[in-house]
Nanobody
Framework: QVQLVESGGGLVQAGGSLRLSCAAS????????MAWYRQAPAKQRELVAA???????NYADSVKGRFTISRDNAKNTVYLQMNSLKPEDTAVYYC??????????????WGQGTQVTVSS
């Protein structure tokens, strides 16, 4: 069994910061790319940021310069540091990871989501 557990969401005022964490646990052989997505009400889920196992990153244009994705491979954890938050960043944030388990084929795993609300 493989699980992704997110933490760090909450309510913050515009201009503030939050740090999201997502830890993968279970029978893991290796983790390839890890990413954060978000979904606002009545909108499609969108990619926020992604990071490869080697540390290469990419970001949505809307968060470049404000958000930073990082990972700790020893802890199987990915982080999203969010600065200068705007009300339009309000969404449920989901962690995603491409994981090869100890047995079986690789699979795209998702966390349960964590709410981020930015007040104006």
């Amino acid at each position: 069994q493989v699980q992704l557990v997110e933490s760090g969401g909450g309510l913050v005022q515009a201009g503030g910061s939050l740090r999201l964490s997502c830890a993968a646990s279970g029978s893991i052989f290796s983790i390839n790319a890890m990413a954060w997505y978000r979904q606002a009400p009545a909108k499609q889920r969108e990619l926020v940021a992604a990071i490869t196992s080697g540390g290469m990153t990419n970001y949505a244009d809307s968060v470049k310069g404000r958000f930073t994705i990082s990972r700790d491979n020893a802890k199987n954890t990915v982080y999203l540091q969010m600065n200068s938050l705007k009300p339009e960043d309000t969404a449920v944030y989901y962690c995603n990871a491409d994981i090869l388990p100890l047995s079986g084929s690789g699979y795209d795993y998702w966390g349960q989501g964590t709410q981020v609300t930015v007040s104006s």
